[in-house]
């Protein structure tokens, strides 16, 4: 390993998109930090709606956020430097060291990557100076015939920066020798060079009956298989964008049923996962309105493209049952861009997410919405408005509202220079409220109170950061145990098991 530039940098690819990459980094961090070796993620380009706010006031993927917890570390801007966010089929916000820098086309976005290659080799560079080791995440596959120009995702920044690779396929989705041996055959013989091992993801059964296969695919490429980590029923660790609509069975200790309409550049959904873990929720993410039988509450998300996603809701029939459900006594919650839309108007003149433009909202609260250029990017602290309950969030909105809904506000919040100021609106018959802030749901105490505003009784006591955190030891335990320390330490050069 002494022959790489940086040999305590790992980075992880994968075959395909979802193959374990994201989950792959989660555990190996939280293995080296466990033991004592201090670490760091790291992605170069990230294209995501989930998204999360740094204590320097930065944008990075919500992936590189729970890594980070892995590492027992927060988040910061040096972890993802380039975040795109879709808001087209077409075109996505370009997020560089944390901030917006406007609105790219793809091909717009091809021809500005090598300016960027300079600023993910000072963010990789400002890691490696300050941690142990950095594990880094691949983007999609490294054999994108039509994006290897230019590429700082993959093997453009392996190469860049001179860093060993491994590669993971997901064996549950079938062909994975084939997924295997094709993208390695697709690679540079330089790019070869520095694959020192395949994982391979999500195997149920024997494992010794994998063994021919792992014989043949080393003998057929020569690289070692690393390890084969089992499939892990009920793991959860949250998504970095894919939207997991796997429904949980529904039992009769579910008391509160919510649904979260999906439209097509839903955000930060990730903001629902507590609702989806909980024992006494039955929480549905909803694209078809024709799929609606009923609910306690109906929560709408944040959008990438608030007006599109606002078209789509009404143009789906979701606006008029949103109005039934609330006259037959359901409560609604919009966070972030589902808030905007629960007001009158929301107005986009200099087109920073669509055409200019107004669209007329929901109507169901008395507000409207402009957005500006300016990104609003802060972590927040608090309480709920007429109670001692905390709140704990992170607001991550380009627009502003205004209207006589916010003299009746959900949280009175405390902002970076100590000032309070009030938050969020409520209707006046309180069946329905909005606010910006993100991870509301993430607080026990709060949590029970909002749960309990939407008609659960008796909440039980659901601490949704413990139970992610028991998640990602329950996954650091099956990836170690294939893929033990001693093996790790030698793929990052870092000698031998260190005394704790």
Known sequence: MSRFSSPHTLMVQGTTS????????????????????????????????????????GEIGRAQAVQAEACYLAPTVAMNPVLLKPNSDIGAQVIVNGQAVGNMK????????????????????????????VIV??????????????????????????????????????????????????????????????VINRFRGDVSLLKPGLDWLTERTGVPVLGVI?????????????????????????????????????????????????????????????????ADLIVLPGSKNVRADLQWLMDAGW???????????????????????????????????SSAGSSAGLGLLSLETTLTDTKCLRNVTGHLCGSEIDVKGYEIHAGVSTGTALANPVFQLVDEQGQPRLEGARNT??????????????QPELLAALLGWAGLKNSADFDYPAFRNQQIDRLADAVEAVLPLDRLLSLLALGTRPSV
Not at 106 to 133: D, I, M
Not at 141 to 167: K, Q
Not at 431 to 442: A, E, I, N, P, R
Request: glycine share 8%.
């Open 429 to 442: 018959d309180n069946s329905v409220l909005g606010t910006y802030l993100h991870g509301v749901f993430d």
């Open 18 to 57: 979802d193959a374990g990459k994201s989950i792959l980094v989660t555990a190996l961090c939280r293995i080296l930090a466990r033991h004592q070796i201090t670490v760091a993620p790291f992605k170069p380009q990230n294209m995501a709606l989930n998204s999360a706010v740094t204590a320097e006031g």
């Open 319 to 353: 606006d008029e049952i949103i109005k039934r459900h609330l006259r037959l006594g359901g409560k609604v919650i919009g966070i972030c861009g589902g808030y905007q839309m629960l007001g009158d108007w929301v107005h986009d003149p200099d087109q920073v997410e």
């Open 106 to 133: 793809a091909t717009e976005y091809h021809r500005f990557k090598p300016k960027l290659l300079t600023a993910v080799v000072k963010s990789h560079q400002q890691l490696q100076q300050c941690y142990n080791a």
């Open 230 to 294: 089992p499939y892990l029923v009920n793991l959860h660790i949250e998504a970095e964008d894919a939207v997991n609509q796997q429904q949980k069975t529904t039992a009769d200790y579910q008391q509160l049923k919510v649904v979260v309409p999906l439209y097509p550049r839903a955000s930060n959904h990730t903001d629902f996962d507590v609702l989806r873990m909980h024992p006494q929720v039955d929480c549905e993410f909803m694209k078809e309105a024709s799929q609606f039988s009923g």
């Open 137 to 198: 995440e691949g983007a999609g596959s490294p054999a994108e015939i039509n994006l290897r120009e230019h590429d700082i995702a993959n093997m453009g920044f392996a190469e860049a920066i001179d860093c060993p690779v491994i590669i993971v396929a997901d064996i549950d989705r079938g062909g994975v020798f084939a997924h295997l041996v094709g993208t390695y055959e697709l690679l540079s013989e330089t790019e070869k060079a520095r694959v020192k091992g395949f």
